[in-house]
């Protein structure tokens, strides 16, 4: 992936996992979350700087809880924080995160490996 203007100053984002070209993703759907909150930050919904303070309290949560924060982890620190601002900002709520959760799961388990995952009516 490359980072572009429209992507976030990367320094100012806690722990994010990089390497020489940007940031690193261990599996698709970090790359996913990570372009979600690309695009709803050009879209308007969050300044960085609110990101990253979101990103930051749910990381520190996170290791109050007792998260080992070996990096592996990260992106659902990730996903999570941006859950919490879709919700503040009543974009989303908590029931169609978690019904879009539960159909997502329900249309991976039904999906033949190598093919894409849709979601019905969408």
Same mark, same amino acid.
Request: proline share 9%; charged share 20%; aromatic share 8%.
């Given at each position: 992936?490359?980072?572009?203007?429209a !992507?976030?100053?990367?320094?100012?984002?806690? /722990?994010?996992?990089?390497?020489?070209?940007?940031?690193?993703?261990?599996?698709?759907?970090?790359?996913?979350?990570?372009?979600? #909150?690309?695009?709803? /930050?050009?879209?308007?919904?969050? !300044?960085?700087?609110?990101?990253?303070?979101?990103?930051?309290? &749910?990381?520190t949560?996170?290791?109050?809880?007792g998260?080992?924060?070996?990096? &592996?982890?990260?992106?659902? /620190?990730?996903?999570?924080?941006l &859950?919490?601002?879709v919700?503040r900002?009543?974009?989303?709520?908590?029931? #169609?995160?978690?019904?879009?959760? &539960?159909?997502?799961?329900a249309a991976?388990?039904?999906t033949?490996h190598?093919?894409?995952?849709?979601?019905?009516?969408?």
């Amino acid at each position: 992936m490359t980072v572009s203007a429209a !992507t976030p100053d990367l320094a100012a984002l806690p /722990h994010i996992p990089c390497d020489a070209e940007g940031p690193v993703f261990r599996e698709p759907w970090e790359a996913h979350a990570f372009a979600l #909150a690309v695009t709803l /930050h050009q879209k308007g919904l969050f !300044t960085w700087p609110e990101w990253a303070e979101a990103l930051s309290a &749910e990381i520190t949560r996170a290791q109050a809880d007792g998260d080992p924060d070996t990096g &592996e982890t990260y992106y659902r /620190h990730w996903l999570k924080a941006l &859950e919490g601002l879709v919700i503040r900002r009543g974009v989303a709520t908590p029931a #169609a995160i978690e019904a879009t959760t &539960e159909a997502w799961h329900a249309a991976a388990a039904a999906t033949p490996h190598g093919q894409p995952i849709v979601l019905p009516g969408r």
